[in-house]
């Protein structure tokens, strides 16, 4: 039998924190003890568009026992520098969301901080406020800049206008996806303290430790060695701790330098949920040519999302929504116009997925519109259209290696069912006296994986491996290990790298004094682009302990040893690696042309369900897919990625919606924004298709968003397969369905 | 003075009645494995056995547990000796981010029927965004059910009685 590689990339082997969070033993940021500590509590705005033309304060209150942080104590810029500057981290004045924060009282106990802002009053001059896409477009009120609008894309490929002409088909369709709240489950939590040479440090709940530590620099005007951001063991994230996290560091180490004690300001669940970022609403627009044969000859596309309040990555979000817009089909012609623009809603940001999810619901759902023009099965329209290798995108990136789209399709077509189950379930749903109606939806997507365009150049990531002289060895990366199993895939590839058993490598806590910056944990980069760094970084350690000891030792005492020579009187060793752009990529940040993505990840998906026809509620009965990540390091834990990322795309599908009136989220709660529950997610059948990406750490790709880009067109095709009513918009509520039936006149 | 056993010793509370049975475990006692993740009864994240029985903690006034048995995620194994249901956990990836999954042990550990519907019936009560839950259904399902052990054991027993008066 050939042995096992030693750092077992392809094993599904546990995770290294698996034991330590099924004791009890791993420390979120509440569970830390901090002697001393206030608790922190916001106060935030109550209106959605206006100023603030008085804060007074209860005087009745015993205030002497409260420390309150306000706009006038920051010492260096008041706002939350991210891609802009422009959200405030106090508001002075100016009112642009119900959930803006005014001040920050600290108190010993967590109960009278909260009591506290019930004897502050607040008084304001308000303002209609602008709610919608529609009423910002039309310039209700102006909020940024001349046209409301924070960023806009176009892209164009051919000509659209002689794209129509030939045209025997012209298949239009508008679609419309909501808010999602991210609902991981342990809620944002910072805590912060100033060190007794000045330093300031914020531990706690968040996904990129440099980009608080940028926030911060600025904040607090001090030079970026006096700021240290430490990442707590953090109970899911999404995208939701990506930027938000900095206003609640900022925050707590506010009152912290204020007060002169550490601080702690955790949110709860209605805080959490009212006040941070969501996934953007949009509006999707396709206008699409075709010829009978089911090729696709122009593309035609609008894409509006909301972007709430202030800025965020709303931007970069749009962006990557609009270079997926024409989903994983090629076609000669295509225009993309993309626009975001501003309301008075609590600004919106990343979520798993980031601007795909909204584009693919429409992409895919437009393919079925398109297949039901043509009178063809969807497949088969998607099979005729798809990417593969040659393909040219939107973008004119040729696609050269990777490309497993198809093989995807034919797999998820293969292992589902797909075709017997739409016989089966028309002659179900024909048949009298049945319980239920029955469908299946099919949808497939590509995922970009890595930032975008020249973004992992301007990242400029490092990444290092070191060995300690007690013979330790530790990958430093800024990357977070949020659930999603960062902290395994990394020993596992370097390990792997090494030519070590697993258990020889640690990964270092992400802290800004301790790890390189990485860039941050998001865009299905961590594997694929921090790997290959750590990958590069554990190949040039080797070669050094290779030349120190002959051989890389093989267990602890032999690495003691080597490291004598090797740190040479040092504490450590370091191995460092920055990114490097590969030569033969070329983006144009003006025009949109080139290659956007390194390399693009894809999937498919067959969504199987029954409609109740007396509860018109939506059981789902199985989901299969199939997902070209290019290599599983950890077949186990991608797996439960995709099944993870999955269910939250059929959550947004069937049951979550943000009921937001008069600019706020009325059902801020888990009782009543619903997320499903293992009753609501069904057995799923994931199929890992591996076309291995040369740049990527042993060929993987990124994989952590995709599984929330496809499922929701695949619910709502299934959703007509079985009742025969199409939604262009989500989330399919049994009301809905039922409305459809009352309306079509169409009875039981 | 409310006097209780938390995890086999004995405890006693000294503060407000009405506290919520999870902050006195986590800021009185200092066992913070059992979480909030909403505070209203809603996730399952703070789920501990009160007489043996899921509780949701957030919901649970301390002044109830006079004179009961309360048990928490630290009662289970430790790192280095991890129980049967936390074992199978570990080996079918059963837990992503960890916050729910402290509740969740609780909840499991008491189930009587583990084949995977019950499973997803019996933990219905507890919110996961991270899993999709099938990892977690098949670490419950693997596990060795100390419950079903117990039970064949009866039954061997049962069977060599009657054997015997045979």
Known sequence: MPRPPAGKVGAGVARVDAALKLTGGAKYIDDYRLPGCLHGATLRTAIAHGRIRKVSFDPAFPWDQCCVARAADIPGANNVLFIEADQPLLTEDKVMHPMQPILVVGHPDRAQAYEALKHITVEYEEEEPVLTIAESLAGKKLLRGEDNVFKKFLIEKGSVEEGFAPADRVVEGEYRVPHQEQAYIENHGIAAWVEKDGTITAHGSLQCPYYVHKALVKIFARPPEQIRVINAVTGGAFGGKEDYPSLIAGHAALLALKSGRPVKLIYDRHEDMAATTKRHPAVVRHRTAVSRDGRLLAQDLVIIMDGGAFATCSGVVLSRGTLHATGPYECPNVRVRSSVVATNTPPNGAFRGFGVPQAIFAAELQMERIAAALGLDSVELRRRNAWKVGTVTSTGQVLKESVGALKCLELCVQKSGYTRKRKEYAAWNRSKGKPTWRGIGFALCHHGAGFTGSGEVMLASRAAVSLAKDGRIKVLAAATDLGQGAATVFTQIAAQALGLPAALVEVEVPDTALVPNSGPTVASRTTMVIGRLIERAAAGLKAELVKAAGRVPQDRAGLRKAARSLCDGGPARRFEVQYEKPEDITWDDQLYRGEAYGVFSYAAVAVDLEVDRLTYEVKLRKVTTAQDIGKAINPVLAKGQIMGGTAQALGWALLEYADFRGGWMRNSQLTNYLIPTFADTPPMDVLLVEEPYSRGPYGAKGLGEMPMDLSAPAVVAAVHDATGFWFDSIPVLPERICAEFIKAERPL | ?166
Do not use: W
């Open chain 2, 1 to 166: 003075m409310i006097a209780f056993t938390v995890n086999g010793r004995k405890r006693s509370f000294k503060g407000p009645p009405f506290k919520r049975l999870l902050d006195v475990l986590r800021e009185d006692f200092g066992l913070t494995a059992t979480k909030e993740g909403c505070g209203e009864g809603e996730c399952g994240a703070c789920t501990v056995l009160l007489d043996g029985k899921p509780v949701t903690a957030c919901l649970v006034p301390v002044c109830q547990a006079q004179g009961r048995k309360v048990e928490t995620a630290e009662s289970l194994g430790r790192p280095g000796r991890l129980n049967p249901l936390q074992r199978s956990f570990q080996e079918n990836a059963g837990v992503q981010c960890g916050f729910c999954t402290p509740g969740l042990l609780m909840s499991a550990s008491r189930l009587k029927k583990t084949d995977p519907e019950a499973v997803r019936v019996g933990l219905a009560g507890h919110l996961c965004r991270c899993t999709g839950y099938m990892h977690i259904v098949e670490s419950v399902s693997k596990a060795p059910s100390p419950l079903r052990e117990r039970s064949t054991a009866a039954l061997r027993g049962r069977r060599a009685l009657a054997r015997r008066k045979r």
